[in-house]
C-alpha cells in the first residue's frame, strides 16, 4: 500500500527577518502598502507541498510516490530524495522550465509573508493519475498544486476507485468553490489547518458539523495548540510538544502529514498517527528547511516514547 502524491515540487528560498512585521503595517494605509524587509539570512532548500510529504514518509519507512512534475534542474534534487527512499520516477519533467520556487520571509515571531513561482508546476494537469503506478488499494494525496490539475486528479481518483487524501493547503483561496466541495464529498480523509477549516466553511458553505461527516477522518492542525482528529467515532486532541529550538516553521504541516500517514498506512489508530504527525513536525520545526531532519525508525520510536505512549503498536510496524 502506497500514497501517490500529487502536490507540488520546489525550492524554497528562505530569508529571515529579525523584526516583526506588525511593527511596519499602518493599518489605515493597508490600500497602498509598499515595503521592503533588509533580510541577513538566505537559504535555499528542497521543498514543495508533495516532496515534502514524500521525505517524511518515506524517512519513517513508508511507500511515497510522488506524482508531479518539476523542471530541468530537478535531477540532483531527485537523487537526495530517492536517498531517502522516495519513488520519483513519476515525476514529469518539463525540460524548458525550473521547478517551482517559493519565496518565504519569516519575522521573529514566526509570522510568513511568502510569494510563489509556479514554473513546472503549471504543467501539473498534463499529469494523468491513469498513468500512475497504483494499485487498488492506494491513496491518492491532492496536496497544492495547479488548480487544474486537482480537479483533474479528483475525477480521476473517483474513476480509478482510489481513496483520496484531500489536503488543499494554499490553494484554498485560488481554487473555486465547486472543486472545494467535489474535494470533500469524495475525500477519505481531510488535512487542514485551523484557518483553512474556515475558509473552506466560508467557500463552500458547509457548516463545520456537515464538513466533518463527509470524510472518513479530518485532521485539523491547530500550530502550537497541537492537532485535532475527528472521525465517526471519536475527536482526539493531540498536543505539540512544547520547548521547541525553533528554527522556521516551514514545511511543519507537510511533515506532520508525512508523520501520520506512516502510522495510518499501518493500520494504526487514530490518535497515535496523530502522535507520530506531531513528533515529525516537531523535528522539521527545529531545523532550517523543510527536508534537513533526519530520523532512523529506531530513532523515531524512542523520540516518539519519550512524549507518548503507543500501547506498544508502533511495533507493528516496525521499518
Known amino acids: 500500500m502506497k500514497v501517490i502524491l500529487t502536490g507540488s515540487i520546489a ?4 530569508m529571515k527577518f529579525p523584526g516583526l512585521f506588525k511593527d511596519h503595517l499602518l493599518p489605515e494605509h493597508l ?7 533588509l533580510v541577513p539570512e538566505l537559504s535555499r532548500r528542497d521543498g514543495g507541498v508533495g516532496a515534502n510529504i514524500a521525505y517524511n514518509l518515506a524517512m519513517l519507512g513508508g511507500n511515497a510516490c ?4 518539476a523542471g530541468q534542474d530537478f535531477p540532483e534534487y531527485a537523487k537526495r530524495l530517492e536517498a531517502v527512499g522516495v519513488d520519483t520516477s513519476s515525476v514529469k519533467i518539463i525540460p524548458d522550465k525550473f521547478t517551482a520556487s517559493f519565496f518565504a520571509t519569516t519575522d521573529r515571531s514566526n509570522a510568513q509573508i511568502a510569494s510563489f513561482y509556479t514554473g513546472a508546476m503549471a504543467n501539473a494537469a498534463e499529469l494523468s493519475l491513469h498513468e500512475a503506478p497504483y494499485e487498488p488499494d492506494d491513496f491518492v494525496m491532492i496536496s497544492p498544486t495547479d488548480p487544474a490539475a486537482m480537479a483533474r486528479y479528483i475525477e480521476e481518483a473517483m474513476q480509478l476507485g482510489l481513496k483520496t487524501l484531500f489536503d488543499p493547503g494554499q490553494q484554498v483561496i485560488s481554487v473555486d468553490a465547486d472543486l472545494l ?3 470533500l464529498e469524495t475525500a477519505h480523509g481531510l488535512f487542514v489547518n485551523e484557518y483553512e477549516f474556515e475558509l473552506i466553511q466560508k467557500h463552500t458553505g458547509f457548516s463545520a458539523k456537515s464538513l466533518l461527516e463527509k470524510p472518513v477522518f479530518s485532521v485539523i492542525t491547530l500550530g502550537e495548540k497541537g492537532a485535532r482528529v475527528h472521525s465517526a467515532e471519536d475527536e482526539v486532541v493531540v498536543p505539540a510538544l512544547k520547548n521547541l529550538n525553533i528554527k522556521d516553521p516551514t514545511g511543519v504541516g507537510d511533515a ?9 498506512l499501518g493500520g494504526l489508530s487514530l490518535k497515535t498517527c496523530a502522535e507520530m504527525g506531531t513528533i515529525t513536525a516537531a523535528a522539521c520545526i527545529q531545523e532550517d528547511g523543510t527536508q534537513i531532519h533526519r530520523l532512523t525508525w529506531d530513532e523515531f520510536v524512542i523520540e516518539y ?7 506498544s503498536e508502533l511495533d507493528r510496524i516496525r521499518k
Open 31 to 37: 490600500d497602498k502598502v509598499s515595503l521592503s524587509f
Open 181 to 183: 466541495r467535489r474535494g
Open 11 to 14: 525550492f524554497d528560498y528562505l
Open 66 to 69: 510522488l506524482f508531479s512534475t
Open 305 to 311: 516514547r519519550k512524549h507518548f505512549d503507543d500501547q
Open 256 to 264: 506532520f502529514r508525512g508523520g501520520f500517514l506512516r502510522g495510518y
